[in-house]
């Protein structure tokens, strides 16, 4: 048995190995940069290296990296050792502050949507203090932000740092209202819920599309799939429970609060939660959970599947991005207060997200945009494209009877009063359910739902800090040029709940009644990431960022072009991989098995004494789909040929949307039509059973 508690953060740069390490005004320094923003002087970081290193080294650490989060969706990292020349030949081990402080990669190869032309090819990777550097691999890792020479942010990480920066700044004007002087800062806070699906990797190395584009391209439906219901929160198999605790201690090493492990509804297909952290914080943690997933999988004979949708027909994987806002002094602004007087606050932080999310529905919908999740958003297993929010029966009957200036006759459970505001005193039900609004309140958080499954959560919480920021910076503004708090308070609530409360929605959003209803609501339904993304740009979107200093015009402006882009490269890679399996590997198998069924007719034939007729049906059958196949397959290839042609991202991502992923939609119904006729030993691929059920 491992002491956890000892090898929890043996691997980081802790605040206690900070502790030990440094010297106390060094300490002291680094700590005001931290919570602060303070600029950090070359002494006092050249003593942090310093004792990075030494503390690195003893761990087995041979090199550096500035780690960092650029526009592809992964992260990066360029190693350099410590070693250094003597002057006699031999080598020491170095660390500068200069070195710790600032990276100067060639970031030309890095996406930029044209922030950065190939000639200005200098970016700069600059250490973030409020996320702890690890060891991973024998590397520390130092967390950075990514920006051009310029300053303009090439990564998530910036904006991200920005967006919280906003919300503590508008969170705070709030609490002092409220007559709050202790709280120094407000923090974002996410916990994300990761769903993935693991396979064996013999099965997983025998399909090209898992290997190129994450995702089966092709399949025809397995016997069994989920009906039964029989995986979720079921016993662990041998091999993924081994997984499953190498990765715990893995993650563990590296400070993740790694807590909650499952099974989940689509047969191989598991969850990973950890305890929230800083939005900052969580969303590195993310990045190496599922780095470190596929790391660990494949040392299990295992490979880990990240895409939102592997398989047809079964569920896909979403990540859930529970947020909340918390001050310094430890109280969640988003928990239900136990006087008047907090609940006042916590209705008011309540109304303000409840608004911002109405308002911008649509930055919340492009978060969650990519083509892997374009195949979830609407599909009946996640929610759908159209954004809403479930508060419950008990906070909408609250909001509604404040709405209607009448007093809340709450339940015996729960007793209200009305005290010194007129706002009533409630305590949070924790009873309430709802796994299929996109975006829900659960008792002290929200849950955001949409997420995909290889997401970083930094795009999400960007929007979502910012839109709260940006409403809660419209109430400081009204409140505090009121002479009458109480009453001006009440009033707010009441006319921003009457104004948004079309947002709320308690029932099924799997339901088709549901779309016909969000209609009438006026609510938006961008079914695809090309509906969606263009708001990103909007005269709305760009005000939104540039007021808060989270994007200005020019990255957002890039941001959108590699969204766009990045989509149409997934489509094409994905058609491509389409075309070369077809050609290398069904075609030649339709034609060994037609060859061993023509070959059989005709020994029968010339006998004359035997009845041919299944070998004729079977032979009719798959030549007739083969020369569909080939249809299908031309007429694929003259669509990508086709593609080229636009220059503009919007019509070429529309393009890609309308025309390549019909044609990709089309051949593979014949290919699945063929995997039913075509004799096992001659099909080239693992079928879904094989893949689904391959971990015994
Ligand atoms: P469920 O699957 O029931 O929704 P999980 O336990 O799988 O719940 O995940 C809930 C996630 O929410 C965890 O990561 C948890 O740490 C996180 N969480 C709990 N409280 C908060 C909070 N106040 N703010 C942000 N995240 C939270
Ligand atoms: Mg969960």
Redesign the pocket.
């Known amino acids: 048995m491992k002491n956890i508690p000892e090898l929890f953060g043996s691997m980081v740069f802790s605040d206690e190995v900070m502790r030990e390490k440094l010297p106390k005004d060094i300490y002291r320094a680094l700590k005001k940069t931290m919570s602060q923003g303070t600029h950090l002087e070359l002494d006092v970081a050249n003593v942090v290296a310093s004792a990075m290193k030494d503390w690195a080294s003893a761990k087995g650490a041979t090199h550096f990296t500035h780690w960092f989060q650029p526009m592809t969706g992964t992260t990066a990292e360029k190693h350099d050792s410590f070693i250094e020349p003597d002057g006699g030949g031999g080598a020491i081990m170095a660390f500068s502050g200069k070195a710790l402080i600032k990276g100067e990669p060639d970031a030309s190869s890095f996406p930029s949507g044209g922030l950065r032309a190939t000639f200005e090819a200098r970016g700069y990777t600059v250490w973030d203090t409020t996320s702890y550097a690890f060891i991973k691999d024998d590397i520390l890792c130092i967390p950075t932000a990514f920006c051009s020479y310029s300053g303009e942010a090439l990564d998530k990480k910036t904006p991200l740092l920005r967006s919280m920066q906003a919300v503590d700044k508008q969170a705070l004007r709030i609490l002092r209202l409220f007559g709050n002087t202790a709280a120094q800062r407000v923090v974002a ?5 990761q769903e993935y699906f693991l396979i064996d990797k013999e099965i997983f190395l025998k399909r090209p599309d898992l290997v190129y584009t994450g995702r089966t391209l092709f399949g025809a439906r397995p016997p069994k799939g989920q009906e039964l219901e029989d995986h979720y929160f079921g016993s662990l198999k041998p091999r993924v429970s081994a997984f499953m605790k190498e990765l715990d201690e893995e993650l563990w090493k590296l400070g993740v609060y790694a ?2 492990r499952h099974n989940e509804v689509a047969p191989a297909q598991h ?1 990973l ?4 952290a800083t939005t900052n914080i969580a969303t590195d943690h993310n990045q190496l959970a599922m780095e470190i997933m596929k790391t660990v999988a494949d040392r299990h004979g295992l490979a880990c599947l990240l895409h939102e949708k592997p398989f047809a027909g079964v569920n896909g994987s979403g990540k ?1 991005n ?3 806002i918390a001050a310094d002094t430890g109280v ?1 602004l988003l928990e239900p207060g136990k006087t008047p007087h907090e609940n006042a606050q916590f209705l008011l932080f309540l109304t303000a997200v409840i608004k911002a999310v109405d308002q911008y529905q649509d930055l919340l919908r492009i978060s969650a945009a990519s083509a892997g999740n374009d195949h979830r958003l609407g599909a009946n297993e996640a929610p759908p494209a159209i954004i809403s929010m479930f508060l419950g029966e008990e906070l909408t009957e609250i909001l509604e009877t404040l709405e209607a200036g009448a007093d809340y006759k709450g339940k015996e459970r729960n007793q209200m009063e009305i005290g010194v505001t007129v706002l009533p005193h409630f305590s949070k039900d924790t009873t309430d359910r709802n796994r299929t609004s996109p975006f829900a309140f ?1 008792g ?2 929200f ?1 955001f739902r949409m997420l995909g499954s290889s997401f970083s959560v930094a795009e999400p919480n960007i929007v979502l800090n910012t839109v709260v920021a940006d409403i809660l910076s419209q109430i400081a503004d009204r409140l505090e040029k009121s002479d009458n708090f109480n009453a001006d308070l009440a009033g707010l609530i009441k006319d921003t709940f009457r104004a948004h409360k079309r947002i709320i929605f308690n029932g099924n959003n799997y339901a088709d009644e549901w779309v016909t209803e969000a209609k009438k609501r006026g609510l938006s339904n961008l079914r695809t990431s090309v509906d969606a993304l263009p708001e990103f740009i909007s005269p709305k979107s760009i005000e939104l960022f540039s007021r808060h200093g989270v994007f200005t015009e020019s990255e957002l402006r890039s941001r959108y072009e590699i969204f766009m882009e990045s989509y149409c490269k997934t489509l094409h890679i994905e058609a491509l991989t389409m075309v070369d399996m077809v050609k290398n590997g069904i075609i030649p198998a339709c034609i060994g098995y037609q060859n061993e069924i023509a070959e059989l007719l005709s020994l029968k034939k010339s006998c004359g004494a035997y009845d041919a007729s299944l070998e004729d049906h079977l032979l009719g059958s798959v030549s007739k789909l083969s020369s569909c196949l080939l249809g299908k397959l031309t007429a694929l290839e003259n669509t990508l040929l086709e593609s080229k042609a636009d220059a503009d991202i919007l019509t070429h991502a529309v393009f890609y949307r309308d025309r390549v992923i019909n044609a990709m939609s089309e051949l593979r119904l014949i290919v699945d039509e063929l995997e039913t006729f075509v004799a096992k030993k001659y099909w080239p691929l693992p079928s879904y059973a094989d893949m689904l059920f391959s971990v015994i």
């Open positions: 806070l996410v916990g994300p819920e807590k909650t969850e939660a950890p305890i929230y859930h529970n947020w909340s969640n659960t002290n958080k849950e």
